[in-house]
């Protein structure tokens, strides 16, 4: 590949306008103009990455189809976010979240940039220009006006083969949880920690359950209603401060601006047949603009950690009525 070519020039100044407009909106964000976590950066820029590729393409190739448009569009996103990820840019994280996004918008300006240049509209280039520019005139409306902030509630529930005052007692106590207790998730593979143990300071209303993940993750849960085998409602008590730069992607840090959960708990019910239905809930706050999008992802995620602790409970709480039973 000539680096001299339309293919090359489109992405290479794809990726350099969406390295650009990273390391510029980060600095606007330092004086309230722009936010890296906003509708500007995360489906407008890449609108802009997908617009210049296509558009570069067409001064070699006057006969792209729409596949072509849609699918070349995401080469200069897919090095853009590697170059991320290698310089410590964006994590794991952010990154796997955003790449849904950037792909799709990358596609409508890969098209945008086909439908300007096979009708032969006259000064593309201005047009170039204004897509590219137009993040930078948007993100200080919408971090100043336009706030999306939505609270929500993740339930998830599962059968344990135990009656409920053995599942009860795995509840507030979680002794150090071995790797293979807990089942491969989503979560793991997109770099989330993973729980250790949790811990209570006593029992009752106004007990405190402390929470420890990998990579020196630790929260609290303070009790706010204890009913013994019904139920155990906790609020969160996090310092985004005290979780590790590391742990977790800053934009996603649990606590933080952008994304918290508020409160959860364990409710138990009993079957007629004497199993125990134990479900989990946590209601969370998403304080960006992403609408649907982050929901999605927020529900994808609580979903996948709700089911590798109910399964977590459900095994240990099976394997002691067993030890209880060969026991007696």
């Not at 990358?106 to 000064?123: D, N, P, T």
């Not at 897509?131 to 706030?147: D, G, H, K, Y």
Request: hydrophobic share 45%; charged share 15%.
């Amino acid at each position: 590949m000539q680096l001299n070519s339309p293919k090359s020039i489109g992405i290479l100044l794809g990726t350099f306008y969406g390295i650009f407009m990273r390391l510029f909106i980060e600095l606007l964000d330092t004086y309230n103009l722009s936010s890296l976590v906003s509708i500007s950066f995360m489906f407008l820029v890449p609108v802009a990455i997908g617009y210049i590729r296509v558009h570069f393409e067409y001064n070699e190739s006057k006969t792209l189809t729409k596949r072509q448009m849609v699918t070349i569009a995401w080469q200069p996103i897919f090095v853009f976010l590697f170059v991320s990820v290698i310089t410590l840019l964006e994590g794991s994280i952010c990154v796997a979240m955003a790449l849904p996004a950037f792909m799709f918008f990358a596609s409508i300006g890969g098209l945008l940039a086909g439908f300007v240049r096979k009708r032969e509209i006259k000064k593309a280039n201005s047009s170039l220009l204004s897509i590219a520019l137009l993040p930078i005139l948007l993100s200080p409306i919408e971090v100043n006006f336009l706030n999306l902030s939505k609270t929500y509630e993740v339930t998830n529930s599962i059968t344990i083969n135990a009656p409920i005052n053995v599942v009860w007692q795995q509840l507030a106590n979680v002794s150090d949880i071995k790797p293979q207790e807990v089942p491969f998730s989503l979560t793991q593979l997109i770099g989330v920690p993973k729980p250790l143990k949790a811990s209570m300071n006593a029992s009752g209303i106004g007990a405190v359950r402390t929470s420890t993940w990998q990579k020196g993750v630790v929260f609290k849960e303070v009790i706010t209603d204890w009913q013994p085998n019904k139920q155990m409602v906790y609020r969160f008590d996090i310092d985004p401060d005290a979780i590790p730069d590391d742990a977790l992607d800053k934009h996603v840090k649990l606590g933080g601006e952008y994304f918290s959960p508020l409160y959860g708990g364990y409710q138990l019910s009993e079957e007629k047949s004497g199993n125990t239905i134990l479900t989990l809930k946590t209601t969370v706050q998403d304080n960006t603009n992403f609408g649907i999008y982050s929901r999605i992802w927020g529900e994808m995620i609580f979903q996948d950690f709700h089911h590798s602790l109910l399964t977590l409970m459900k095994n240990r709480a099976e394997k002691s009525l067993i030890a209880t039973v060969s026991y007696n």
